[in-house]
């Protein structure tokens, strides 16, 4: 709790110092250690130094050099053999080892086969020092970062248009004023983004901002609005791009959901193999996209002139229901999924060039100016020609079959639109794995989300990304219209949460003109809240319900499993000791008769008063309050138990041997085998009339452990292990179910001692 | 192998002494040691007594006194509580400890939930000492053990004869020297199997009399053979007596299958119960059988009498093609099912009261002429009625319409005729698990089925056979005609083998009479040969092909599960040892340097030449032959890492910590750490610039035994226990995976330190 506190009370820092510049590493998953926590690792330590002190350095002394570089060149790679030897770790320092690549290999021939698939597929893994954070220069910044936004045109203008003309194709000319009140949406929006580009220089996304200013759980809020957004930009870019495909190629159409699966399963192997080094590749389908609408609208502006701006009658529809209020808020909501990718910019300012933050808020303002103009461009033309949505053919591309004089034009404008609906969807698989990586970092989310795979991209939050949007892609049969409904309220609950947070930031921060940089957030937090509110009413039953439902729970769960990690922490991590109460868990023994120790017990203090739970037995920090009893469940005198007994016996702690016989009969028959052996160690047999073993031996265990919690049972289960898994269907699965019982237990540590069967 | 190549040749032997009269046993999981291996044992030993002379007796000195009998009132039954303390163990001896039914309960609340629907269904736990053989009368025995047999009846007329009608309805007048033929057969069957009971008073399976006789292999063939007979014998009777109820219920035909399952689920349920105790209860469908059968012929003879025994033409009915030869022999075969479940008594020798063999014998008699009476009788009135198969209704239904004069006797005929079917396909779930108890007892079979459960049933047998039955009854959509053609060839396969074997028998013997008894046994043998030859050719097209494939598969099968065990078996097996090598397996130092050992490392001699192979390492009997060294991989310094590093370091073993960074300047803050802990352990820091960690570990490790095999390292994992599964996704798998790769590496010990989270 105490970092995350820290953080609350921290916003008027600016940029917070306690923030790395460098964000996303793959040391993320070792956080540095407060002072505190080094001060009590330093009071444990000093225990150990006691504990150690006469034992001759008997601890240091090891019967072989675990310093393995010196010897790396006699080591074959793996136990199957390989044609040459090869170094599998290189020493850097006297006691420093380096893997190489051949030592990160997996061991078993069925994971090295899906190693090579992997390979094939993914290329061979990175090493962590090729993460490297690219700078762009804003013209290919431009076109990476806005093709989610200018990808929306593709869709937006028909939403709003699919909605209006379920009142009849006489409502189809209120596009025209809804289409103005978005423009200025858009303006406000950008205006506010232009806002937030300075104050976050180390990357503003909507999490983070909401989260500094408006609290942890408005933070997550934004959060999963983002995440509702990223998986659905997947579904609708690629629902829309097939869309221009079949549009193109109508014989498609039927393959619809197929041809979408094959696109994600595209973007999965992509971004796993780490796409993003294809920068500059990146920026032609934006480029190529404008240019195609820029083609459109000019043919069609040449048209309409030519006839005198004449709008031509769209072909009457039946009403399904009289225009209202309801209707015209619902088209303005639709036509709002348009505005899907501004936050793009704000979330990337550390990938510009220097001054980082100066350069964004450019190409922010550009991204913005050519949204509103490919945007109204192609609502105005869609009215002058008279076009409605038709359910097998895009409007996109019935305005380029109208327009454009010939074949190859049009078919470049549906491959063009196509492509960047790709790089759309594309950059969700940027976004949502850090938005994770973030969450993560802070408690909310699992810890697999801060992995960096093979090839350094965070391949859990791709993996899961795409799924997701998979699942939904399928469950609506790929139909952009329906997946419309659910789209607008994750994006503008992130928006309405970030501009409220500029909105507390700039009253928090009172820096020079920042009354009216407050008055221009809190213009575009009103502005999107309403539209927010407005997409969450009109579409409820159209589909937005699942969203609805949905964000709540995601915070929820966000919360349990930040609930569970601070459970976890409080656990693990060290506590200060009160001086001079080393050994302060171990309650009073429960007889009087002290026994004696193997190792000599020399100065075992009586400790603390007994009154901690269970549970606080375990916290044996240092070797000294360690007593042992070691248990061998012996099921016959074999090879693979008396292994287990010479293991047990070698430690040289007290040990002691169980079997469990099922009748007396056998009991006999196992005594006179114990001495015949020689009755070497001490024997407990349990008769078991009901023939159970698992159960039994655990709860034998657990009375030993209830008697005196301070001694760490240690059982020694030996182990057969075979070649192939089938094999193992032949053998008892004891010592596995045994190890699942004894899991519960406090203060009982399992050992396998594995005795290999050949074939 | 021994103990099996001893029974192979010692065929002679009459009742071989070495079978003991009670073969089935909770005990039989434990088999007795050879002298042989008593003798390595002892020799084992004494290496043991060298190794802990001067401990002072560390070893029998323990801090608790494991005696747990003497203090059970105190021991609460569960960690969750219960109204009152149940004792768990009550002492029996002074060393010896008897588990009550509470310790046997399973510990986690999923596990006693599930306990407590398994007991409301299957009934409370049985003891071992249950478990007595049942000796029953004849008027008992001859019910239970003919309800297979006579049961038969039912469905095997109607087979031959829906045979038959392909050729039309004139062919159906084949159907009385077809009869004859079979009735000659009946008879040779039924005097073989009178030889085979005194033969083998302990119970003359097919499996036991082939493999005595014929060697293994044929051995495997008839178990084979019988092992298609159970599981069919399920399905038909439980296709026939579903047929009997629609047959009766026309409105219930179209659930026929769900019929069936509910049936088998019964019949699962009911055996794993143990339904056996109620045995007198099981005498009555057969008589009520028996009696309606009567009943119909009499009822029959008494119509046909009346005018004057004329045969009523059957309908015409159109030829699916001409009568022949191969149509014949098909019909004949078909109508051999009839003969399923003549072996039961011969199985069963022991359950008659003594003298049992001839009480047995006696019983044989009595079923075989029941079987005759009822099958003549029946064929002779359906063709005297001119009956022919119909899809809609069982011919036993047709005749039963026809003859009896109200629909109460009907009624009573048919719910007869299904219970004795019910009950047929039970006498199954006796004997499979029985035959797979004898096959695993000399491994061919996997272990589990020599385990009795809860209620001192086969549990695992009696599972496999009603999940096998079901799959066959439901991918035949419960039709028993289509069943049939699968039937026959596993029963005359056993048949063959069965009285093959006793011709073998008579000619090693050469008792009283031998002669006559060979040639009936080999009359008996020919027989059921042709049969077998016919039902496989004959009815190959129509199923009987999946027979003749899965026979041979599962005895290859049966073989590669002997030669794992032998394998297995080989591996843990106690081998004498060269006198004076007692550590004859560890090879010379790699290096010249001799490291001192904690224990004090007394009378190490350099032992035998290192030539072994990789593996032997692992046979280290005696606990001077082990040395150690413990080796803890720690991720952070946490308590979890503290805890493992306390225990490992407090074994008073040589002890080193393995930290695996993803880089240089993670590594420099985890050493920092290492530092201010005081560095009391020596630490290995491998760099791991590809991020793999666990991969990485397992090669480290196999590559540091590689240099000294004679070193038993012990890996100390820290893992975290969470309360609920769903938590466990929030942490990291990587102790779990550990494991898992570190099981292929041969002298690799593996101990979980388990810390607990609370919630």
Chains 1, 2 share one sequence.
Do not use: C
Not at 78 to 85: E, K, L, Q, V
């Amino acid at each position: 709790m105490d970092e995350r506190q820290q953080r609350d009370q921290s916003q008027d820092r600016e940029p917070p110092p306690d923030r790395p510049t460098v964000t996303l590493s793959p040391s993320a998953e070792f956080p540095p250690m407060s002072q505190d926590e080094l001060d009590v690792l330093r009071q444990v330590g000093r225990d150990w130094a006691a504990a150690l002190r006469d034992r001759s350095r008997p601890l240091t002394a090891l019967p072989l050099d675990p310093a393995l570089g010196r010897y790396s060149s006699v080591v074959p790679p793996t136990r199957f053999g390989r044609f040459g030897r090869v170094e599998m770790f290189r020493p850097e320092a006297p006691d420093k080892l380096v893997a190489t690549e051949p030592a990160v290999a997996a061991e078993s021939s069925r994971g090295r086969a899906l190693r090579r698939v992997r390979r094939a597929v993914l290329g061979p893994p990175l090493a962590s020092a090729a993460a490297v954070q690219e700078r762009m220069r804003k013209i290919i910044a431009l076109p990476i970062l806005s093709s989610d936004l200018l990808s929306s045109v593709a869709y937006g203008p028909e939403a709003m248009l699919t909605v209006l003309v379920l009142a009849g194709s006489a409502a189809l000319g209120l596009s025209l004023p809804i289409a103005a009140v978005l423009v200025v949406l858009m303006v406000a929006v950008g205006l506010s983004y232009r806002q937030t580009i300075p104050a976050y220089p180390h990357g503003a996304g909507s999490y983070i901002v909401a989260s500094d200013n408006l609290g942890s759980r408005l933070g997550l809020a934004a959060a999963a609005g983002l995440m509702m957004d990223y998986v659905l930009t997947v579904s609708v870019s690629v629902a829309s791009g097939v869309d221009a495909i079949t549009s193109a190629l109508p014989p498609l159409r039927p393959l619809t959901v197929v041809l979408g699966v094959v696109v994600i399963a595209a973007l999965l192997a992509g971004n796993l193999r780490g796409v993003r080094a294809a920068g500059n590749l990146f920026a032609a389908p934006t480029y190529a996209f404008v240019i195609a609408i820029l083609m459109v609208l000019a043919a069609g502006l040449v048209r309409v002139a030519g006839r005198g701006f004449a709008p031509v009658a769209p072909p009457p529809s039946a009403a399904a229901g009289g225009i209202g209020i309801v209707l015209v808020l619902r088209a303005f909501a639709s036509g709002a999924v348009s505005m899907t990718g501004i936050e793009a910019v704000s979330n990337a300012v550390p990938v510009f060039r220097p001054v980082e933050w100066r350069n964004a808020r450019t190409t922010l303002t550009w991204m913005v100016s050519m949204l509103i103009v490919t945007f109204t461009g192609l609502v105005v033309l869609i009215h002058l020609e008279g076009l409605v949505p038709k359910p097998n053919e895009t409007l996109l591309s019935q305005l380029a079959h109208h327009t454009l004089p010939n074949t190859l034009l049009y078919g470049y404008t549906q491959a063009a639109t196509a492509l960047i609906l790709l790089l759309g969807a594309n950059t969700a698989f940027n976004d949502f794995p850090r938005l994770l990586f973030f969450m993560a970092r802070d408690g909310y989310a699992p810890r697999i989300f801060l992995h960096m795979g093979d090839r350094l991209a965070f391949s859990n939050g791709i993996i899961t990304l795409a799924v997701t949007a998979l699942v939904i892609f399928v469950a609506f049969h790929g139909r952009t219209q329906s997946l419309i409904p659910l789209y607008a309220v994750g994006v503008f609950l992130a928006f309405t949460l970030s501009q409220a947070g500029m909105v507390v930031h700039w009253r928090r921060k009172r820096s020079a003109h920042w009354r009216k940089s407050l008055v221009i957030n809190a213009v575009g937090a009103v502005l999107a809240g309403l539209v927010l509110l407005t997409a969450a009413a009109t579409k409820f039953a159209a589909g937005a319900w699942v969203v609805v439902i949905a964000i709540p729970l995601l915070i929820l769960l966000a919360l349990r499993v930040r609930h569970h990690y601070d459970t976890t922490g409080a656990a693990l991590s060290l506590h200060p000791l009160p001086a001079g109460t080393a050994n302060r868990m171990i309650p009073p023994r429960a007889d009087g008769a002290e026994t004696p120790r193997a190792d000599g017990g020399e100065n075992q203090p009586t400790a603390a008063d007994g009154a901690g739970g269970e549970g606080e037995q375990e916290v044996q920090e240092s070797p000294q309050e360690v007593r042992h009893l070691v248990v061998v469940p012996v099921a016959r005198l074999n090879l693979a138990a008396l292994r287990a007994l010479a293991y047990a016996a070698s430690l040289g702690q007290p040990v002691f041997a169980v079997h469990i016989s099922p009748d007396e009969e056998e009991d006999d028959r196992f005594r006179q085998q114990w001495q015949a052996w020689g009755d070497h160690l001490r024997l407990e047999i349990i008769i078991s009339p009901y023939r159970a073993i698992i159960p039994l031996l655990a709860h034998y265990l657990e009375a030993l452990h209830a008697l005196r919690p301070d001694t760490t049972l240690t059982v020694v289960v030996p182990e057969t292990v075979v070649k192939h898994w089938w094999h193992q269907l032949l053998h008892s699965a004891a010592p596995q179910r045994l190890r699942k019982a004894l899991r519960a237990l406090p203060g009982v540590v399992v050992t396998s001692v594995p005795i290999h069967i050949p074939a």
